[in-house]
């Protein structure tokens, strides 16, 4: 309402360099009706608003026969256009205004100097508006780039904790799967010898509770890591798998794993050297997966073979072999066997994360088998 106001002042107070010329009311309302709708009209058109001032401008100035103060209008008009309009379009539009209001002049009887002071301000409020416009670009680009970074720690944070839930639930399941296993063959074992062979049976019963406290023990090594642990957003997604490495042995534990599994009734026969293959491994992510990929397929032997298994370390070069075969138990292999198990999917993620190559299931003759080839230099390079 302000620019109206000042347009009906200026279309009133304006006119021809002859002082005498007439300065008509019907100017001042004409002008009072034109600002008001021009400005609805550059809320949502402003180059159209821009070109519709020009004209009510130039039709003024031809009125009253000179420079006129509705040129009001086309400053502000210009100013919108520079705000909000690219500045190949304001200045194509500045250029414009100019020349119809400089042609203007000139056919209202010649040139009049008192026109270039409009278009001096034509030119000010055009780069004023863009000015203003570029500013507020780049702020709003400044807002977007730091909305952004948000996100993307957000998102960060977000994959962290997926995949330290994932480890953690890896290693609670290695944990339990293969002692509760263990406990499970030699309980059955202690039931059936219980009034035939009782001494026997007391040794099945012994190992039962021994594998429980070994449970016990690694659970609490892996929920005292969740008690002490900082929140995952503060801390580096290449410590993760570290920070579970207490809780498993590596390969140094295996000739332990190979004991526990042969007293729980497995008849297994390992050929090569186990202290040469931790020695390969020694000091990697891989130790770990490689101890947790044997345990895994162990444990799957004793539950669903026949009771025999073959293992086998091979250590060439800069690669460590590890292969379990045992035979299948018959027609009615559980389905985990077939690579939908929480076993094999479990060994998979170990290798991906070890940089390992992995091939799991049965063979022509009858057996399934697990291998697993490590390289001995991998270090976790995440």
Known sequence: MTVVGATVLAAVAGGPPDAGAPRPWTVAVAALVAGAALLLLLRRRPVLGALVAQAVCTGVQLLVGGPTGVVILVLVSLLVVGLRRPLPVAIALLGLCCGVYLAGDVLTGGFDSRVL???????????????????????????????????????????????????????????????????????????????????????????????????????????????????????????????????????????????????????????????????????????????????????????????????????????????????LAGPGTPPHLAGSGHGLLGMRERAVLAGAELTTGPTDAGTFAVRAVFATGFRDSR
């Open 117 to 327: 002071a409009p278009l001096a301000l034509m030119a000010a409020v055009t780069a004023a508006g863009l000015a203003v416009a570029g500013q507020r670009a780049l702020v709003h680009a400044a807002i977007e780039r730091a909305a952004a970074a948000e996100r993307t720690r957000e998102d960060e944070a977000e994959r962290r904790v997926a995949d330290e839930r994932l480890r953690i639930a890896r290693e609670l399941h290695d944990v339990v799967a293969h002692h509760v296993a263990v406990m499970g063959v030699q309980a059955g074992a202690a039931d059936q010898l219980m009034d035939t062979d009782p001494a026997q049976a007391r040794a099945a019963l012994a190992q039962v509770r021994t594998a429980g406290r070994t449970a016990l023990g690694e659970l609490g090594a892996v929920v005292g890591l969740l008690r002490s642990r900082p929140h995952p957003r503060e801390v580096d997604a290449g410590d993760l798998e570290d920070d579970l490495a207490p809780a498993a042995a590596g390969l140094d534990g295996l000739p332990q794993l190979l004991d526990d599994v042969r007293t729980a009734g497995l008849r297994l026969t390992v050929v090569g050297d186990p202290r040469a293959a931790a020695d390969a491994l020694r000091g990697t992510v891989a130790d770990i997966a490689a101890y947790r990929i044997v345990q895994e397929s162990l444990t799957n032997a004793m539950r669903h073979g026949t009771g025999d298994a073959e293992l086998t370390l091979g250590v060439t070069g800069d690669q460590l072999t590890v292969t379990t075969v045992n035979p």
